[in-house]
C-alpha cells in the first residue's frame, strides 16, 4: 500500500493529475480509486489503514472504524470484536478471567459478579460459583472457600450461615449437614453437642426430645438415662415425686398393688408385724384387732375367746365356761362340782356345801335332796344319809343322828322310826314268812 502511495506521490510530482479518492477508497498503481476491505478504512480516500485493536470495520468502505462495544474485543484489521467467553469479562481490549470468589456466566461481560453468600469460587476463570457443601457455610460474599459447622450446629447445602441443632438432637462433630436425634432416655437443649442422659428420678420414654419427665408419685428411677420410670413394688410406696427409690410400708400396713403412693392401714380382724408387705394377716383364733394399721393382733383377755380367725373383738364366755389365760380360741365348760353364773369367768366356782353338781357346764349347783348331804365344796353328787341318821331339810351339810327310842334302818331317810313300830314291823313281817 505504501508501494502505491509512494508511486502515486511520484506520478503526481512528475506533473501526472491524478484524481482524489473518495473516503473509504485508495487509488491503486493504475490511480483507479479501489474500495478498502473489511478491517480498514480510509478517511481521506487517500490511503486504506487497519483498524486499531479495540474497533472493527464490518463492511468494505469504511470511512472510520467502529469501537467494539461493551463486553467485546478485537484485534488490529479486525471486521468484527468478539465478545468475552462467559467466566471472562472485558478491559482495555482483553479477556480476562473472573479472580477466586466471582464469576460471569453471559458472554461479553464488561466485569465478573461476587459470589453470593452460601456459594464460593476457589479458581479464577468461573461462569458460576458452588453451592457450599452441606455442613459448611459462608456468610460472605466473594468466598473462595466455605468454613466448616461446629460442633452442635449443621447446615444445609448453600448455607450463609449454620443452624444450631434443634432441641432434642445434638452433634459431636464439625461440618455435618444433620444433627442426630437423642435416643429415649436422654434430651438436648438448642446447640447440644451431645444429648444428656436424664437424671435419676427422671425418665424419657420418647426419642428426640427436649427434656425428661419426672418420676410421678409411686414409680422411681434409680439409673442415670432411663427411658421409663418403674413402679414401686408391692409392699413398697413412694408419696413423692421425682424419686430414685420406693419406701417400705412400715408395720401396720401394706400395698397389695405395684405402683403406689401410700400404703393402707391393715384393716381391723388383720394385722402385719413386718416392714414392706404386699397384705396382712389374718388374727388367728383367740386373737383381734379392734382398730386399723396394728402391727400385731391382741390375745383375747382371760375370761373371753375368740373361734374365728380375722375378728375384731372377744366374746365373753358363756355362764357354765370359763378361760383363765388369755388368747384362748374356746372356752372351757365349767367341770362337775363347780359352776359359772356369769359370763366372762376366768374361773369355776365350787359348789358350796350342801350342794352338788354332777354334770359339765352349768350355771349353778342343786341343794341336796332331803335325806341327803354334803360337808365338802366342789362335789358333783350329795351323800345319802347312813342307817340311824336322817335329814328332813334340802341344802344340808349334815344328817341328824335318830335320837333315843328311834331308829332308821334304812339310808337316805328324812325321819327317824319309833322303836316300837319297828318291833311290831318286825313281828308281822317274821308271821309273816314263817305262814308261808
Known amino acids: 500500500m505504501r508501494f502505491i502511495a509512494s508511486t502515486i506521490l511520484m506520478m503526481i510530482f512528475s506533473g501526472f493529475v491524478i484524481a482524489q479518492c473518495p473516503p473509504g477508497e485508495e487509488p491503486d498503481m493504475n490511480g483507479q480509486c479501489i474500495v478498502c476491505p ?29 469501537n467494539c462495544s ?40 464488561t466485569s465478573c459478579q461476587s459470589c453470593s453468600a452460601g456459594s464460593f469460587a476457589n479458581m479464577t476463570g468461573q461462569s458460576s460459583c458452588q453451592l ?45 449437614d444433620r444433627c442426630d436425634e437423642c435416643s429415649a432416655g436422654r434430651f438436648s437443649s438448642a ?28 414409680t422411681f428411677s434409680s439409673i442415670s438415662g432411663a427411658a421409663v420410670c418403674l413402679p414401686c413394688a408391692p409392699g413398697q410406696f413412694q408419696a413423692k415425686t421425682g424419686q430414685t427409690t420406693c419406701l417400705d ?3 401396720g400396713q401394706f400395698a397389695q398393688n405395684e405402683g ?49 380367725s380375722g375378728q375384731t373383738s372377744c366374746a365373753n364366755c358363756q355362764p357354765g365356761t370359763f378361760s383363765s389365760q388369755s388368747g384362748q380360741a374356746n372356752c372351757q365348760e365349767c367341770a362337775p362340782g363347780t359352776f359359772a353364773g356369769m359370763s366372762g369367768q376366768t374361773n369355776c366356782l365350787n359348789c358350796p356345801p350342801g350342794t352338788a353338781q354332777d354334770a359339765s357346764g352349768q350355771t349353778n349347783c342343786s341343794l341336796c335332796a332331803a335325806g341327803q348331804f354334803q360337808p365338802l365344796p366342789g362335789q358333783a353328787q350329795c351323800i345319802d344319809c347312813g342307817p340311824d341318821t336322817i335329814q328332813p331339810g334340802t341344802g344340808s351339810i349334815a344328817c341328824i343322828a335318830c335320837p333315843a327310842g328311834t331308829i332308821q ?20 313281817g317274821f308271821e309273816g314268812e314263817s305262814n308261808r
Do not use: Y
Open 132 to 176: 457450599c457443601p452441606g455442613g459448611t457455610f459462608q456468610q460472605s460474599t466473594g468466598g473462595i472457600a466455605c468454613i466448616a459447622c461446629q460442633p452442635g450446629t449443621f447446615s444445609s447445602p448453600g448455607a450463609a450461615q449454620c443452624t444450631n441443632c434443634p432441641a432434642g438432637s445434638a452433634q459431636a462433630s464439625a461440618g455435618q
Open 191 to 218: 446447640g447440644q453437642v451431645e444429648c444428656t442422659a436424664c437424671s435419676p428420678g427422671s425418665a424419657q420414654s420418647e426419642p428426640g426430645q427436649s427434656q425428661c419427665d419426672i418420676c410421678q408419685a409411686g
Open 260 to 308: 403406689q403412693s401410700i400404703c393402707s392401714e391393715c384393716p381391723p380382724g388383720t394385722a402385719n408385724p413386718l416392714q414392706g408387705q404386699a397384705g396382712c394377716g389374718l388374727c388367728q383364733p383367740g386373737t383381734f384387732s379392734s382398730t386399723f394399721g396394728q402391727a400385731s393382733c391382741s390375745n383375747c383377755s382371760p375370761g373371753q375367746s375368740q373361734a374365728q
Open 249 to 251: 410400708c412400715a408395720a
Open 38 to 66: 473489511p478491517g480498514e478504512f480510509s478517511a481521506t480516500g487517500q490511503q486504506c489503514v487497519s483498524c486499531a485493536g479495540g474497533t472493527f470495520a464490518p463492511t468494505s468502505g469504511m470511512r472510520q472504524c467502529a
Open 70 to 109: 461493551a463486553g467485546t474485543i478485537s484485534s488490529p484489521g479486525s471486521a468484527s470484536c468478539i465478545a468475552c467467553p462467559p467466566g471472562r469479562f472485558a478491559t482495555d481490549n482483553s479477556c480476562l478471567e473472573c479472580p477466586q470468589g466471582s464469576f460471569s456466566d453471559q458472554p461479553g461481560a
Open 409 to 428: 334302818p334304812g339310808t337316805g331317810e328324812t325321819e327317824c322310826l319309833d322303836t316300837d313300830v319297828c318291833l311290831f314291823i318286825t313281828r308281822i
